[in-house]
C-alpha cells in the first residue's frame, strides 16, 4: 500500500530519468562482479556455460531479469494471477471470461514495485536483504562481524547498524557485497534457514542442501521484504483510521476518569495533579504523534501505533497470538491418532524413534509445530480429490498405478494409497522418473488445490477425518464436516505456521490476542465518549 502519490508531472520526470538510466546500460548487474553474475544465475536455475567472459554472464542475466526480478507474476498460471488480485482486494472476473492476459495486466498494476524500483533496490541490497531477519539472527551478524550495537539492543538499532556495517563486513571476508554469497549467512543455521522459507510460505529445496536453502533465501528475500512492508503499511494505516476517530469533540465529551483510562491503557504517563484540560492537552499531543509522520516503519510500531512504549506492547501482542496459535494446535493434535502424528513427522523429514508412544510422538510434533510441510512428498497428496488423484496415476507412467486409476469401483483411498505408492517408487529410482513426476506434481498442485473438500462427498470426508482419529459429531452437515477436514489438514500442513505468509496473517488467523485487542486498544471510550457527546448536545438543544 502506498501512503503517498508524487504528483504526475514529478513522476513523469522520475520515470523519463530513469528510464534514461536503464537503456543507457545502469542496470544493477553492470556493476557486479562476475562471481555475483554467475551466483545470480546459479540462484535462479539459468544455465550457463564455464568458463564464460563477462559479456556473456551479463547478457544472460539481462534475458532473465524481468522473469525473476522485475515481473516474476508473468509466468504464473490463471489461479495464481487470480489469487494474488484477490489478496490484493482486486475484483476479478470469473476465470473463464478473464483471459490470462488481462490478469496479467491486472497484476502488473497492482504489483509491490515498479520496474525502476526494482532496478534501484538491486543496487541498494543492505537497505532491505537484512529487514526479513530475526532479532536474535541481527544480532548474532553484528557479533560475528564485530559490529558494535548499544545497549538496549532494540530492532531498529540493530537494524541500522547491520546495515551501515554490512559492506565492511564483506570487505573484511574479501567477499561482494551487491549479490551476497554464502557469507552473509554464516551466523544461520539450516533450521534457521529453513524456518525462514516455512515463514515466508517458500517451499525448500528438494532435494535439500545448505547451499540450496541459502540460494532460495537469497532470491526470494526482496520479495518477502516487499510483502512485509505491504503488510506493515496496511497495520499503520488501519492503526491510524481507528485513532482519527478520536476527535476534538468526543475528548472534550471525556469525563477525568475516562481519559485517565485511556492514557492507563496506552501505556501514556499522566503525572500527578495532572488536572482535566491538562489530560486532554495530553491525549492530543499523544494522538498528534500517532497521527503524523513520527509513526516508525518498523513492524513493532505498525502493529503497536496504540500505545507509546510500541516495542513492549507490539512483544505482548504477537506472544500471546502466538502462544494462541500454539493452544489451539495443541489442542488439535490431541485428538490425532498414532498414524496422522508420523505422518506430520514423516511430511517434514522428521525422524521417528522406533517403539514410539503416542505421547512421545506428540511431545516431538510439538516441537516441530513450526514447519510447514514443503516441497513434494507422499503426503502432498493427502487432499487431492478423487480426479486428481486418478489423473495423476494414469500420467505417472508407472505400470500397476495406471491399473489402478482405470479399476472401476475404486475409492478415494484406494487412489490414495497408490498415488503414495507410486510417488515412493519414482522417488527411490530418482533420475528422469522423479524429475517427471515432480515436473507432473508442479503444474498440477495449484489446480488440485484451489477448492480444497469442496468436491468430497460426505464419505470421503468422513474417511479422512478417521484417519485423523476426529470423531464425526452426530448430525454434522457436509458443510460441517468440510470445515473440520480443513482445519485439520490446515494444521497437518502447515502446523503454527501462517499459509498466509506473515505474522500479521497468523494474527488476522488467530483472533485471541490479535487484532481484538489492539483495536479495543485503539477504540477505548470511542462508544462511550459518542454517546456521551450526543447526550450533552440533546442537553444543550433542550436548555437553549
Known amino acids: 500500500m502506498r501512503i503517498f502519490k508524487a504528483l504526475i508531472s514529478l513522476s513523469l520526470v522520475a520515470d523519463a530519468a530513469l528510464g534514461s538510466a536503464w537503456f543507457s546500460g545502469n542496470a544493477a548487474y553492470n556493476k557486479w562482479h562476475e562471481?555475483?553474475?554467475?551466483?545470480?544465475?546459479?540462484?535462479?536455475?539459468?544455465?550457463?556455460?564455464?568458463?564464460?567472459?563477462?559479456?556473456?554472464?551479463?547478457?544472460?542475466?539481462?534475458?532473465?531479469?524481468?522473469?525473476?526480478?522485475?515481473?516474476?507474476?508473468?509466468?504464473?498460471?490463471s489461479a495464481k494471477l487470480s489469487d494474488y488480485l484477490k489478496q490484493k482486494g482486486v475484483e476479478t472476473k470469473e476465470s473463464a471470461e478473464a483471459?490470462?492476459?488481462?490478469?496479467?495486466?491486472?497484476?502488473?498494476?497492482?504489483?509491490?514495485?515498479?520496474?525502476?524500483?526494482?532496478?534501484?533496490?538491486?543496487?541498494?541490497?543492505?537497505?532491505?536483504?537484512?529487514?526479513?531477519?530475526?532479532d536474535s539472527q541481527l544480532k548474532a551478524f553484528c557479533e560475528h562481524h564485530g559490529i558494535p550495537v548499544p545497549e538496549p539492543r532494540k530492532r531498529d538499532?540493530?537494524?541500522?547498524?547491520?546495515?551501515?556495517?554490512?559492506?565492511?563486513?564483506?570487505?573484511?571476508?574479501?567477499?561482494t557485497a551487491a549479490y551476497p554469497g554464502n557469507w552473509l549467512y554464516e551466523t544461520w543455521s539450516e533450521s534457521d534457514l529453513k524456518e525462514w522459507l516455512d515463514t515466508h510460505g517458500i517451499p525448500a529445496p528438494q532435494p535439500?542442501?545448505?547451499?540450496?536453502?541459502?540460494?532460495?533465501?537469497?532470491?526470494?528475500?526482496?520479495?518477502?521484504?516487499?510483502?512485509?512492508?505491504?503488510?506493515?503499511?496496511s497495520a499503520s494505516a488501519s492503526a491510524q483510521a481507528a485513532y482519527a476517530t478520536l476527535t476534538d469533540k468526543l475528548i472534550d465529551a471525556w469525563s477525568e476518569s475516562q481519559l485517565k483510562e485511556f492514557c492507563d491503557k496506552n501505556s501514556i504517563s499522566v503525572p500527578q495533579g495532572t488536572k482535566l484540560n491538562q489530560l486532554r492537552a495530553l491525549v492530543r499531543k499523544h494522538r498528534a504523534q500517532l497521527l503524523g509522520d513520527t509513526i516508525s516503519a518498523s513492524a513493532a510500531s505498525a502493529y503497536g501505533a496504540a500505545t507509546s512504549?510500541?516495542?513492549?506492547?507490539?512483544?505482548?501482542?504477537?506472544?500471546?497470538?502466538?502462544?494462541?496459535?500454539?493452544?489451539?494446535?495443541?489442542?488439535?493434535?490431541?485428538?490425532?491418532?498414532?498414524?496422522?502424528?508420523?505422518?506430520?513427522?514423516?511430511?517434514r523429514g522428521v525422524p521417528v524413534p522406533q517403539a514410539s508412544k503416542t505421547d512421545e510422538l506428540r511431545a516431538l510434533v510439538r516441537k516441530h509445530a513450526h514447519k510447514a510441510s514443503t516441497g513434494y512428498n507422499v503426503w502432498t497428496f493427502d487432499d487431492y480429490t478423487y480426479d486428481n488423484l486418478k489423473n495423476y496415476l494414469a500420467s505417472s507412467g508407472n505400470v500397476a498405478a495406471?491399473?489402478?486409476?482405470?479399476?472401476?469401483?475404486?475409492?478415494?483411498?484406494?487412489?490414495?494409497?497408490?498415488?503414495?505408492?507410486?510417488?515412493?517408487?519414482?522417488?527411490?529410482?530418482?533420475?528422469?522418473?522423479?524429475?517427471?513426476?515432480?515436473?507432473?506434481?508442479?503444474?498440477?498442485?495449484?489446480?488440485?488445490?484451489?477448492?480444497?473438500f469442496e468436491t468430497w462427498s460426505e464419505s470421503e470426508l468422513k474417511s479422512y477425518l478417521d484417519s485423523y482419529g476426529i470423531p464425526v459429531p452426530?448430525?454434522?452437515?457436509?458443510?460441517?464436516?468440510?470445515?473440520?477436514?480443513?482445519?485439520?489438514?490446515?494444521?497437518?500442513?502447515?502446523?503454527?505456521?501462517?499459509?498466509?505468509?506473515?505474522?500479521?496473517?497468523?494474527?488476522?488467523?488467530?483472533?485471541k490476542g490479535g487484532w481484538d485487542w489492539v483495536m479495543g486498544q485503539l477504540n477505548l471510550g470511542a462508544e462511550a465518549a459518542k454517546k456521551k457527546a450526543s447526550a450533552a448536545g440533546e442537553k444543550v438543544h433542550k436548555e437553549l
Open 35 to 77: 562471481t555475483e553474475l554467475e551466483r545470480w544465475l546459479s540462484d535462479h536455475d539459468v544455465p550457463y556455460p564455464t568458463p564464460a567472459d563477462r559479456k556473456l554472464l551479463e547478457k544472460l542475466v539481462q534475458d532473465n531479469w524481468d522473469s525473476y526480478v522485475v515481473a516474476p507474476y508473468k509466468d504464473w498460471d
Open 99 to 134: 483471459s490470462k492476459d488481462s490478469l496479467v495486466n491486472q497484476v502488473q498494476s497492482a504489483w509491490y514495485e515498479s520496474e525502476d524500483k526494482a532496478q534501484s533496490a538491486w543496487s541498494t541490497v543492505k537497505d532491505w536483504i537484512l529487514d526479513s531477519w530475526t
Open 157 to 175: 538499532t540493530l537494524l541500522q547498524k547491520a546495515r551501515s556495517g554490512y559492506e565492511i563486513a564483506a570487505q573484511k571476508a574479501g567477499e
Open 208 to 233: 535439500t542442501s545448505r547451499d540450496k536453502l541459502i540460494a532460495s533465501v537469497r532470491r526470494n528475500s526482496r520479495l518477502a521484504y516487499l510483502r512485509l512492508q505491504e503488510q506493515k503499511a
Open 309 to 347: 512504549n510500541v516495542g513492549e506492547n507490539y512483544a505482548k501482542a504477537t506472544d500471546a497470538t502466538s502462544k494462541a496459535a500454539q493452544d489451539a494446535f495443541d489442542s488439535a493434535i490431541g485428538s490425532w491418532s498414532e498414524t496422522r502424528l508420523k505422518a506430520y513427522l514423516d511430511a
Open 402 to 452: 495406471k491399473k489402478a486409476s482405470e479399476q472401476a469401483g475404486a475409492t478415494r483411498e484406494d487412489l490414495l494409497k497408490a498415488a503414495q505408492s507410486a510417488f515412493a517408487s519414482a522417488s527411490s529410482a530418482g533420475g528422469s522418473s522423479f524429475a517427471s513426476v515432480t515436473s507432473y506434481l508442479a503444474s498440477a498442485t495449484d489446480s488440485a488445490k484451489t477448492s480444497t
Open 474 to 511: 452426530q448430525g454434522s452437515t457436509v458443510n460441517e464436516l468440510r470445515a473440520l477436514a480443513r482445519r485439520q489438514w490446515t494444521y497437518f500442513k502447515y502446523g503454527t505456521s501462517s499459509p498466509t505468509e506473515t505474522i500479521f496473517a497468523k494474527i488476522g488467523e488467530n483472533v
